[in-house]
């Protein structure tokens, strides 16, 4: 099971699939929360998830394949694209370190 330190997070990637623009909405909010930890914020289709991928967020229902294409990558699933805890999960692992696992 893919862990890693919060503090250890450069990079973030907001992965989607459908293209309707809600994954761009969650990539944006959370390059404005994440950017005063040095963080970098990344939207990209799930298919290409790049291989230097730290932690994945993407709706629970892309999360096996997330997974499967970045078996190295934090992979945490949300619900809802507004407010889901999951952003709060990883904005505060990466805020005081604590460890993030799929």
Known sequence: MPQVNGSDVKKV????????????????????????YDVDVVHSPVNDIPADAQVVLCHAGLADRAKMIN???????????????????????????GTLES
């Open 13 to 36: 990637i907001i992965a989607c699939d459908a293209g309707m623009g809600s994954s761009v909405m969650v990539a944006s909010t959370m390059k404005k929360k994440l950017k005063k």
């Open 71 to 97: 078996p190295n990558a934090v992979v945490v699933p949300f619900q809802i694209f507004m407010g889901d805890p999951a952003f709060a999960k990883v904005e505060n692992a990466i805020k005081d370190g």
